[in-house]
């Protein structure tokens, strides 16, 4: 029996450092997972992690535009993201004579370096748990209306206290697990962020819309900034007196490269999940949420792919919208499929079934129910909601009747004009008159088909805008009202739901959602097997882009460079991605991915397809995330952009 037990321990651990880890923890609370990760091949400690008292990981890692995140590579404040994080960025640089987004950019001495107003980065100072703080003063015999209000003041009293505008310290309080705890982080801001480099788009946005959320992936997607700061090390609006930054701590780079089962953690800051809520919310973003707004988003990229086809400058007009369209579309359609396949609605029913019996007798009975009637009043309104973002508050044409700085720059009409006939039916069609403003309903009687009323509109502005207008104050004075309200119904049924769901598990260990701030994920690498009979391995290398490159396909149209280089010989094995089982999200977008030394083998920018749905639910068989290799960066900085020179400012483990 001893035997037995011994060899399925052995068999486990082994077994273990193999399966992908759910879970998207916090930093200030590492210690209660290093354990396990260290068990997995970590060589860290909690304090090598995240730390208050002395410089740690953490300092190494901003969170980037306010939607990417961005890590240190040198003590001269250099900074590595995605090539799809800096885009707007190079592109605002780029011009007919100095196409940068095509060329790629690389400055060759710090003087060449291009500043961008409005860019910020910002480093966790720290974070702590402010739930008594913030609960002060409650009493039980509170409205919820009186305790939202003590909450807010709360809250408000705390961020001020931390709130230092000379030293950049912004702050701010997060409900965690529905309110259940918060969080105060306090951030130190830095406003002068420089690009020093970025590879020529074939390369930075190789496989393009195409091999987007795939695998195999061959993306270079990667771009470099640098931080500046006063001279007292403070941050401070542009100046060309500015000198880099110092940071407390920067990644060292490991050449030595990953294999299949080896350990690594993702450190960056994932921007939303809902992994604790009701089958019903799951239910409404696969069966109606979902397919609903991508049919409505297949429309829209036909309309514009037709007129970017046939004439170039509307192609760059309108490449970075069909991007941003393209993105969410693809995205949905994989966790559609990825939670009809897992049969995640099904799983919760049953969750949820075995949460009501143990809730009889406690203050959580009934809660399943409750939230299943919310849900019931919730749908419409938020589907209606939802509608309204996808087709009517798409039109360029309504937008820029109110809106100031409408960027005519890149409008093109037949494709806002056809646009609004299928925008306008399909929301015509699928809402109930009672969704809809009298002046739409008017307009529509009187125009008598959606030709005529677009051709009106088209023609006069003063139709354009008030349209438009009925259509907003529809929304802020309606619509937005009515979700708030039911949200916050939700959330309230939510808070003890959570709390339910831990006393009902207790041996269960608990994330709380993402929320744009530092967490910490790991797993190892791994390929998949998205199918019945295919497997995929989990590194890809630069014969695969010599395989895919095609000059007549423009996702695929690689450098001439990169194509002498490879027929010159010696790189067929040049590692370019790779796959692995960290539990990542939208915000992770540049990521550091690290090994067991915490030094740095990646850059995170993807997940794969078929893994999607793990915002709402993660499957360890099929969810991966996908990085740029490390050495493909330095390979690139080397032979396509020669500014192997800022190899000098970094820190080599190998
Ligand atoms: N799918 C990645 C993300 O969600 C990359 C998006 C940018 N690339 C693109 N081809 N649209 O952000
Ligand atoms: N590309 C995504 C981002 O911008 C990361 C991919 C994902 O959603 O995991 O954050």
Redesign the pocket.
């Known amino acids: 029996m001893k035997r037995i037990l011994l060899i399925a321990a052995v068999l486990f651990a082994a077994w273990q450092p193999m399966m992908a880890d759910e879970g998207m923890w916090l930093p200030s609370l590492i210690s209660q997972r290093i354990a396990d990760m260290q068990a997995k091949g970590l060589k860290l400690s909690a304090e090598d992690l995240y730390s208050v008292n002395h410089s740690s990981l953490k300092d190494a890692i901003v969170l980037f535009g306010g939607g990417c995140t961005g890590e240190l590579v040198s003590d001269e404040g250099l900074l590595f993201t995605?090539h799809?994080?800096g885009?707007s960025y190079i592109q605002r640089h780029s011009s007919v004579e100095h196409d940068y987004l095509k060329d790629g950019f690389w400055a060759m001495n710090r003087a060449q370096e291009l500043p961008n107003p409005g860019l910020t980065v910002r480093f966790l100072v720290k974070m702590e748990d402010v739930t008594a703080a913030v609960l002060k003063g409650d009493k039980p015999k509170f409205t919820q209306e009186q305790r939202d209000v003590l909450i807010k003041k709360n809250i408000e009293a705390l961020r001020k206290q931390e709130t230092n505008p000379a030293k950049g310290l912004v702050a701010q309080v997060n409900a965690l697990y529905y309110g259940n705890q918060y969080f105060l982080y306090v951030f130190q801001e830095f406003r002068d962020v420089r690009l020093v480099g970025a590879p020529p788009s074939s390369i930075g946005?190789f496989?393009?819309?195409t091999?987007?959320?795939m695998w195999p992936r061959h993306?270079g997607?990667f771009s470099i900034f640098r931080i500046y700061a006063d001279k007292d090390g403070n941050p401070a609006d542009y100046s060309p007196e500015n000198v880099p930054y110092h940071p407390k701590k920067s990644f060292t780079v490991s050449r030595k490269g990953v294999n299949e089962g080896d350990f690594t953690f993702v450190y960056g800051c994932p921007g939303s999940t809902q992994e604790y809520v009701h089958s019903e919310a799951v239910r409404y973003v696969q069966d109606i949420s979902d397919p609903e707004k991508i049919a409505l988003r297949t429309t829209r990229l036909e309309i514009m792919k037709k007129y970017m086809d046939r004439d170039q400058a509307v192609r760059i007009q309108y490449s970075s919208k069909y991007?941003?369209v393209?993105?969410?579309w693809?995205?949905w359609q994989g966790e559609e499929k990825g939670l009809r396949k897992n049969k995640i609605v099904q799983a919760k029913q049953a969750y949820e079934k075995r949460f009501a019996d143990w809730a009889v007798g406690t203050r959580y009975e009934g809660l399943t129910d409750r939230l299943a009637q919310l849900y019931a009043a919730w749908e419409p309104v938020y589907r209606a909601y939802e509608y309204y973002n996808e087709t009517v508050r798409t039109l360029e044409r309504l937008n820029m009747a109110t809106s100031r700085n409408f960027n005519f720059k890149d409008y093109y009409e037949p494709i806002d004009s056809e646009m609004f006939v299928a925008m306008m039916t399909a929301f015509d069609n699928a809402l109930d008159d009672s969704y809809k403003p009298a002046l739409f309903l008017q307009k529509r009687a009187q125009y008598g088909s959606m030709e005529n009323w677009r051709d009106a509109v088209f023609a006069d502005s003063l139709e354009a805008r008030e349209l438009a207008r009925s259509l907003t104050d529809f929304v802020n004075q309606n619509l937005a009202p009515q979700v708030s309200a039911l949200n916050q119904s939700i959330n309230l049924l939510y808070k003890d739901y959570m709390q339910g769901q831990m006393e009902f598990e207790p041996e269960k260990a608990f994330y709380p959602d993402a929320n744009l701030t530092l967490r910490i994920a790991y797993g190892s690498v791994a390929g998949y097997s998205p199918s019945d009979a295919v497997y995929y391995r989990p590194v890809s290398t630069l014969k695969g882009i010599i395989e895919k490159d095609n000059p007549d396909i423009f996702d695929y149209n690689i450098p001439q460079v990169l194509r002498d280089i490879y027929a010159a010989g010696g790189h067929e094995n040049q590692p370019v991605c790779f796959l692995a089982t960290n539990h990542t999200t939208?915000g992770n977008?540049g990521s550091p991915v690290l090994n067991a030394e915490g030094q740095l083998v990646g850059i995170n920018?993807?997940?794969v397809w078929e893994g999607t749905m793990s915002d709402l639910a993660f499957d360890p068989e099929i969810c991966r995330n996908i990085s740029l290799d490390i050495r493909y960066l330095l390979f690139t900085i080397k032979e396509i952009g020669h500014a192997d020179y800022l190899f000098d400012e970094m820190h080599f483990a190998d």
Do not use: I, L, P, V
Request: contains cysteine.
């Open positions: 995605n799809h994080c885009y946005k496989g393009g819309e091999d987007n959320w993306t997607d991007a941003s393209a993105n969410a693809k995205k939208g977008s920018f993807d997940r």
